[in-house]
């Protein structure tokens, strides 16, 4: 038995609310466009984010950091 089959990382004890989405704790998702109704996926390869709709249909949107954070403020 691998040392690792017998651990539970820390977020998977943590219990998602009903009115939390789930994807807010990727390490793909930044979490405060998304907190803002948007998509919020991040192309991890270039740091950019999609500004779309949350669950938009399609391909992503992905502008770069600044723009993003812009939409935070």
Same mark, same amino acid.
């Given at each position: 038995?691998?040392? &690792?089959?017998?651990?539970? *990382?820390?977020? *998977?004890?943590?219990?998602? /609310?009903? =009115?939390? /989405?789930? !994807? @807010?704790?990727?390490? +793909?998702? +930044?979490? =405060?466009?998304?907190?803002? $109704?948007?998509?919020?996926?991040? &192309? @991890?390869?270039? $740091? /950019? #984010?999609?500004? @779309?709709?949350?669950? +938009? &249909? $399609? *391909?992503? %949107?992905?502008?770069?950091? %600044? !723009?993003?954070?812009? @939409? #935070?403020?």
């Amino acid at each position: 038995m691998n040392s &690792h089959e017998n651990s539970t *990382s820390e977020t *998977s004890r943590q219990a998602v /609310r009903a =009115d939390e /989405r789930p !994807d @807010l704790r990727s390490v +793909h998702v +930044h979490e =405060d466009v998304a907190r803002t $109704g948007r998509c919020g996926n991040v &192309h @991890l390869a270039t $740091g /950019r #984010t999609c500004i @779309l709709p949350e669950r +938009h &249909h $399609g *391909s992503c %949107d992905f502008v770069g950091p %600044d !723009d993003a954070n812009g @939409l #935070t403020e």
